[in-house]
Every structure is written in structure tokens, then in C-alpha cells.
């Protein structure tokens, strides 16, 4: 099998999988595209590069479906992330180029027989996926042309009506999820192992103004004092900015909807700001009927807001920025407040960071954090409340992982549980931690890399 690597809609390198079993498409309307593209006379080059995108498209799904039998879902993952982006690039190529086939449609009819037969509820099923990557790319394909011809200065405008006009409230749900708690997420500030100042920023900026509506009022009033409009978190990956944004919502009160950065990008020209104002006007609608303010949050902002003046940025990229700062501009007044989280600051367009209240950087935690996240993790278990109220041990733990981020303390604990575990079930010392801290060591951040030269004092953070 080939497998293709595509950068901004363009094929740069082909090399090989293997594949053994066929399931599932349409093999005949496949076999008849690829006859289709082997005899075709036009551009002899981009026939044969269609014919191999579509025969590793259809290989990759036979692996896929494979992988999915036998319960591989880490393989099963990587595979359907591949597949779903690559299955409706070429199902428009195919489409364009071979109209009459009704390729796209007939893919579609097929899946969702398959859907209806297996009787799959997952939306995040790699054939739901898919489904809606095509019905997406086809309900657009007019609009796209449309928008791709006309001037900058009309690009907005087009945006807007698309992502108000969107045919259901469903269809809309797709590019964002709400978030629900488990047991593994945080309960409120109190689940926060210190970051005291970001609590207290953050009770300021974001959680008074909500709770008492009068004064904030007032305080624009007399004072000029605006409600929240956004917070940007960044720092070293592994610290806890996501975590944060949960911890505030259920501190809060107030819903929060995670922007599914993957889901919202799109192959298709516009395609991904489009998606991105649809996901705001959801959360939009939902502030105005319920009378109460929304998070929308949006992790790895550095992947959808890359520097505009950057080498290579394509057009896609400079309107999608345009689209955040508009929503951001927007949000204030819609009862939206945009939470977003880098781990790459610098990366983060400048125009972006200016829109936002506050740049809080969250990084490695100190002494006294490590210690209320490691008593936060240890009195979870019973064989390790012991350890986390002794304060003399605890402290060697301190000490031993100073420099590991809050995952990595959280690792840490899972290790040393598990040499307790087999050492007659007894419980977790001090001691346990040497081994898993010294096979960790060389895994540590270098925070350097993921700070602003005006960044504030480092803090930290887990659940």
C-alpha cells in the first residue's frame, strides 16, 4: 500500500503499508474510478497521483476495519485520523473529475447503510467521521467556489451567513463538545494544588463579575471595568492549562464547550473558519436562550491561529485568524467568554494575544504546589494517605521531583504504587519514588522553551 503525506492540500511524499484484507466500500464504483483514472488522457501526472491516493485510501481502510476487529484501538486511531482526512480529499477530487459517477453520494448512501445496519451511536465512530467529513464537504462545495472568488473584503460577510444559516442544531454540535465531569476531573478551585494567584486572578476577572451582575455593572459604570472577554493559558505541556478551564467552569457554574480543533479543520478551502464561527454561533445561541454566560474553549490555539506574517501561511490560515478575532471581539457582548490554551506562545498570533484579558502562564509547579499535588494523588489511594500525612516524607518526595511537570507527578505516583503493590501490598513510602524518578529524569521539561521574556513568576497546578 502507498502511504501519502499531504501539507496544505499538497501531496509531498509516497511510501509503502501493506494490506491483506478488503471490507466495506464500494468496490465496484472503485475499481470503475480507478480504470477511469489508469485511461485517462488529460494530465497524465495527476491521474496516476489520484489513482494511488484512491487505491492507499481504500488499503488504509481495509486496515483500518482490520484494526477495528481486533480491538487495536491505539492502531485503530492513528488509522481512522489518516483515513476519514484522506477519503474526502479524494472523494472531491473524484467527484470534480468524474461527475456523472456520483462518487461522493453513492460512498455516503453506503456508509450510512453500514451505520444503520452495525447500529453505531458513537458520533466519534471513524464511519460517522466520515460521513460527515463528506455531507460537510458537499453541503459547502458551492459556497467554497463562491468564496474563493470573490474579494478579502467579502470573505466575512460570507462566513457569517454560512454559520447562521447552518440546517440544524445537531449538524452544528459537531465541531464542539460540551464538557462533562468524571471522576478524574476537577470539582473547583479546591481540586487545584496551589495557584493561588491564578485563583485570584481569575476570581477577579472571571468569577465575580458572574456572580454578582449588579456590581459588575456598576463597576463599568463608575470604573470602566468591562466583563470578561477571554483568557489565554500557556506554558509547558503537561501543567494543567486544560484542567484549569475545567476547574473554573464547575468553580463557575457556567457550561463550558470545547472547540474540537481537529474536527473543525477542514481540507476544503474556507472550511475551517467556517466550521470555527458555526461552533461560536452554537455556543452563541445557547448563551442568549438560557440567559447565562458560556465557555468556549479552544486548546492548542497555536494550531489555528499561526503567525500571519509567517513564511508559508496559507490563505486558510490568515482567515481563520481573522474569524477568531472576530468571535473574540464578538464575545463580550454574546455572554461568550473564550478560554484558550497554548503550549506554544510564541506561535500564537500577536493580534490574537492583544484581544485576550490576561496571558497567564502556567508552568512547572514549585515546592509547595508538588506537594499538594502529590497529597492530592496519594490520599486517592489507601495504601498512600500514610505518606500524605507525614510531612517529613512527603517532603523527600518534594525534593525528588522537583522539575517534573503535574502529568508526570502523576505518573510518578502510579510507579511507586506499583512497586508497593508487589512488595506484599503494603504501603507506598518515600522510597518508592527513587526508581521511577531516576528512569523519568531524562523525560523532564525544559520549561526555557515554552516561556515569554514577560512572562509572570512560575506556577503550577494538577487536579
Not at 154 to 169: D, G, L, R, W, Y
Not at 174 to 199: A, C, I, M
Not at 284 to 294: C, F, L, S, W, Y
Request: aromatic letters at 8%; a positive charge.
Amino acid at each position: 500500500m502507498n502511504f501519502i503525506t499531504i501539507i496544505n492540500g499538497k501531496i509531498m511524499k509516497i511510501f509503502g503499508i501493506t494490506s491483506t484484507i478488503n471490507f466495506g466500500y464500494n468496490k465496484q464504483l472503485n475499481d470503475t474510478v480507478n480504470q477511469k483514472l489508469e485511461r485517462n488522457k488529460g494530465n497524465k501526472e495527476l491521474s496516476q497521483t489520484l489513482l494511488r491516493v484512491n487505491r492507499f485510501c481504500n488499503e488504509l481502510e481495509d486496515n483500518l476495519r482490520k484494526a477495528e476487529n481486533n480491538r487495536q484501538y491505539e492502531l485503530m486511531e492513528t488509522y481512522q485520523d489518516i483515513f476519514v482526512t484522506t477519503k474526502i480529499m479524494i472523494a472531491g477530487k473524484i467527484d470534480k473529475r468524474f461527475p456523472q459517477l456520483n462518487y461522493r453520494k453513492t460512498e455516503i448512501e453506503g456508509y450510512k447503510s453500514e451505520i444503520k445496519k452495525r447500529k453505531i451511536k458513537n458520533e466519534l465512530h471513524w464511519l460517522r467521521e466520515v460521513v460527515d467529513g463528506l455531507e460537510t464537504g458537499e453541503e459547502f462545495k458551492d459556497l467554497i467556489d463562491e468564496v474563493h472568488s470573490k474579494a478579502e473584503t467579502k470573505t466575512s460577510a460570507t462566513q457569517n451567513n454560512a454559520a447562521t444559516t447552518a440546517k440544524s442544531k445537531n449538524e452544528t454540535c459537531n465541531y464542539v463538545e460540551k464538557f462533562e465531569p468524571n471522576d478524574y476531573s476537577p470539582r473547583g478551585f479546591e481540586s487545584l494544588g496551589g495557584l493561588e494567584d491564578v485563583k485570584e486572578l481569575l476570581r477577579d476577572r472571571i468569577l465575580e463579575p458572574l456572580n454578582n451582575p449588579e456590581q459588575a455593572k456598576r463597576d463599568e459604570i463608575e470604573y470602566g471595568l468591562r466583563a470578561p472577554r477571554g483568557e489565554l493559558f500557556y506554558g509547558p505541556p503537561g501543567c494543567g492549562k486544560t484542567s484549569i478551564m475545567e476547574a473554573l467552569s464547575m468553580e463557575a457554574g457556567v457550561p463550558l464547550f470545547k472547540l474540537k480543533v481537529g474536527k473543525s479543520g477542514s481540507i476544503y478551502v474556507n472550511g475551517s473558519s467556517l466550521n470555527v464561527q458555526k461552533a461560536y454561533e452554537y455556543v452563541k445561541k445557547i448563551a442568549k436562550e438560557t440567559g447565562k454566560p458560556v465557555f468556549l474553549a479552544i486548546d492548542e490555539m497555536e494550531a489555528m491561529t499561526s503567525k500571519r506574517d509567517t513564511k508559508g501561511n496559507s490563505e486558510e490560515t490568515q482567515k481563520l485568524v481573522g474569524t477568531l478575532l472576530q468571535i473574540i471581539e464578538d464575545s463580550r457582548s454574546s455572554n461568550v467568554i473564550i478560554l484558550g490554551a497554548t503550549n506554544l506562545f510564541d506561535m500564537v498570533d500577536d493580534a490574537v494575544k492583544s484581544r485576550m484579558d490576561d496571558m497567564i502562564y502556567i508552568g512547572l509547579p514549585d515546592d509547595k504546589t508538588r506537594e499538594k499535588v502529590l497529597q492530592i494523588h496519594l490520599n486517592k489511594r489507601k495504601k498512600g494517605q500514610a505518606l500524605a500525612s507525614n510531612p517529613e516524607e512527603l517532603r523527600k518526595v518534594v525534593l525528588m521531583t522537583k522539575g517534573f511537570s503535574n502529568r508526570d507527578i502523576s505518573i510518578l505516583v502510579d510507579d511507586a504504587a506499583k512497586i508497593a503493590r508487589k512488595e506484599g501490598y503494603r504501603n507506598i513510602i518515600a522510597q518508592d519514588f527513587l526508581i521511577p524518578v531516576q528512569k523519568r529524569e531524562r523525560f523532564k521539561i525544559k520549561e526555557e522553551l515554552y516561556k515569554d521574556k514577560n512572562s509572570r513568576p512560575v506556577i503550577g497546578y494538577n487536579h
